[in-house]
T-cell receptor, first 115, second 111 residues
Framework: ETGVTQTPRHLVMGMTNKKSLKCEQH?????MYWYKQSAKKPLELMFV???????ENNSVPSRFSPECPNSSHLFLHLHTLQPEDSALYLC??????????????FGEGSRLTVL | GNSVTQMEGPVTLSEEAFLTINCTYT??????LFWYVQYPGEGLQLLLK?????DKGSNKGFEATYRKETTSFHLEKGSVQVSDSAVYFC??????????FGDGTTLTVKP
């Protein structure tokens, strides 16, 4: 496989469930990101990991918990979500997070619906 | 802080029409500039980029020129196709490693 792969592509969960989103990058990059894309809202950066350490957390509610066990894998653990958390969650990776030519490579996203 | 303002959509064009989507930015330092495209049901993918003033990025018939004097990076294509229907995002990246995105412009091309 190549690029950035996200699973599952679609997820429906109740507010009391616990689930996880998975992202895997096959590009040899050293930084990974979670973005939230909601209808009619700008793209929101949620978390940034560089060399497996979290370097950015944009005041995301604690019901979202990221995990980066190595430079190729990124998880987003979900628990007690709210209906307003329904959105497309995009994972991205890049080679140079601390240099200004860092283009992002995105996965296809996980469409989350919270009932 | 950094910001990106892009042309509000939706934009609807006929096939073979000329496309311009305006993008202006505010940034400290010397950002790199990007256009990303998101086709229906997919994630964002890089369309083109420019890393310094007066650079022109181009790909798939799309072009954008980094204009420092007007802080702009307008996207253009001479003749759009139905397959170009997508959402287009202008973005910048600074030496802090953060990407700032515009709100996206939805383009629909009709046959």
């Amino acid at each position: 496989e190549t690029g950035v792969t996200q699973t599952p592509r679609h997820l429906v969960m109740g507010m009391t469930n616990k689930k996880s989103l998975k992202c895997e990058q096959h590009l040899g990059h050293n930084a990974m990101y979670w973005y939230k894309q909601s209808a009619k809202k700008p793209l929101e950066l949620m978390f940034v990991y560089s060399l497996e350490e979290r370097v950015e957390n944009n005041s995301v509610p604690s019901r979202f918990s990221p995990e980066c066990p190595n430079s190729s894998h990124l998880f987003l653990h979900l628990h007690t979500l709210q209906p307003e958390d329904s959105a497309l969650y995009l994972c991205a990776s890049s080679q140079a997070p601390l240099e200004n030519t860092g283009e992002l490579f995105f996965g296809e996203g996980s469409r989350l619906t919270v009932l | 802080g950094n910001s990106v303002t892009q042309m509000e959509g939706p934009v609807t064009l006929s096939e073979e029409a000329f496309l311009t989507i305006n993008c202006t930015y505010t940034a400290t330092g010397y950002p790199s500039l990007f256009w990303y495209v998101q086709y229906p049901g997919e994630g964002l993918q890089l369309l083109l980029k420019a890393t310094k003033a007066d650079d022109k990025g181009s790909n798939k018939g799309f072009e954008a020129t980094y204009r420092k004097e007007t802080t702009s990076f307008h996207l253009e294509k001479g003749s759009v196709q139905v397959s170009d229907s997508a959402v287009y995002f202008c973005a910048l990246n600074t030496n802090a490693g953060k990407s700032t995105f515009g709100d996206g412009t939805t383009l629909t091309v009709k046959p």
